[in-house]
């Protein structure tokens, strides 16, 4: 054999000849790619419910539970103004049972004018009683602390009114007057004149605690 004759080149196949094309090689499976790391799960920050209480209205708790007391401090002598006073009844036999002589809290006015007054203020006291306690349970409330302001300030003057106008009978009763020809009566009606003086000081106890239910109710208010 010659160098220049070309060379026969002899197919080789996987399969045996008539058997039709070779089998390819399967192609390699595509590997997915790698999954990025999952990230941790984020939680919510948890809501809290808005807290009932907060520090910053720990002065105004204060104020709004001291109004309370005063409420119920104020209601006892009011009502024992009101009560001594409608109680306030005193007959004086002269001579015989037949000629006497009678001291009744209606003969006067100013008596009447000072029950009415004192049952109204003890009355309004003690509704107002839950109002106080709702403002001291929310002392954010400002519309609340100023209908008790407005109150308040009214009982203040009805009550202001009937111990003064009551106040100057008590005088007059206890020492007369000379110009007037009016003498006292009370050295005569001893338990009239003692019950309504005592009526006339538990009414002005009530007064002054108003006094201090207005002025912590407007310096509350303000400093809101």
């Not at 000849?17 to 999952?38: F, R, W």
């Not at 006497?100 to 003969?107: N, T």
């Not at 006339?200 to 109710?217: D, K, M, Y």
Request: hydrophobic content about 55%; overall charge positive.
């Amino acid at each position: 054999m010659s160098t220049s004759e070309a060379a026969t080149v002899i197919p080789v196949y996987d399969v045996a000849p008539g058997q039709g094309a070779p089998s390819k090689a399967p192609a390699a499976a595509a590997v997915p790619p790698a999954a990025a790391p999952a990230a941790p799960p984020t939680t919510a920050p948890r809501k809290f419910p808005m807290r009932f209480f907060r520090r910053s209205d720990r002065g105004s708790r204060c104020m709004a539970f001291l109004d309370f007391l005063l409420r119920i401090a104020a209601f006892g002598p009011a009502l024992a103004a009101a009560i001594a006073t409608g109680t306030s009844d005193e007959t004086l036999s002269v001579f015989t049972e037949f000629f006497q002589f009678r001291a009744r809290f209606d003969d006067f006015p100013a008596f009447l004018f000072l029950m009415v007054a004192s049952a109204i203020a003890a009355g309004y006291l003690l509704l107002s009683l839950p109002f106080s306690a709702v403002v001291v349970l929310r002392p954010q409330t400002t519309v609340l602390r100023l209908l008790l302001l407005v109150c308040d300030t009214i009982m203040l003057g009805l009550l202001t009114a009937g111990a003064a106008a009551a106040a100057a009978i008590v005088d007059l009763a206890h020492s007369g007057n000379e110009r007037a020809n009016w003498v006292p009566i009370c050295m005569q009606f001893h338990g009239f004149c003692r019950r309504t003086s005592g009526a006339v000081v538990a009414s002005f106890l009530s007064v002054f605690i108003f006094v201090l239910l207005v002025v912590l109710a407007a310096f509350s208010i303000r400093k809101r």
